[in-house]
Nanobody, 125 residues
Framework: QVQLVESGGGLVQPGGSLRLSCAASGGTFRRYVMAWFRQAPGKDREFVAA????????YYADSVKDRFTISRDNPKNTLFLQMNSLKPDDTAIYYC??????????????????WGQGTQVTVSS
């Protein structure tokens, strides 16, 4: 059983940056594909980015490509999302997720086994 706890959310002005973290415990972190999803008010949860077990492969939604960077620190059991050039449309609750045995083509699919509780990101002037 994996427990995931996100942090780093907050209020930021358009064009600003934030770095989200997701601390994992209770499982073997390096064995899990990790991902970030987000959910804006009144909208479905959507895929943001995912990273392979070693960090060698990354997958981004078109809406965040070239602005967001996903990374992981396996020895520290932590997942990151560096968000730059933030826009009001990026406002959402951001969730990290973990899954075992997922192949690259499946990274955007939302059926991950484990989820965190989410952290709020608000982009507003």
């Amino acid at each position: 059983q994996v427990q995931l706890v996100e942090s780093g959310g907050g209020l930021v002005q358009p064009g600003g940056s934030l770095r989200l973290s997701c601390a994992a415990s209770g499982g073997t972190f390096r064995r899990y594909v990790m991902a970030w999803f987000r959910q804006a008010p009144g909208k479905d949860r959507e895929f943001v980015a995912a990273i392979s077990t070693t960090g060698g492969s990354r997958y981004y939604a078109d809406s965040v490509k070239d602005r967001f960077t996903i990374s992981r620190d396996n020895p520290k059991n932590t997942l990151f999302l560096q968000m730059n050039s933030l826009k009001p449309d990026d406002t959402a609750i951001y969730y990290c997720a973990a899954d075992y045995g997922r192949i690259y083509s499946e990274y955007p699919s939302p059926e991950y086994d484990y989820w965190g509780q989410g952290t709020q990101v608000t982009v507003s002037s």
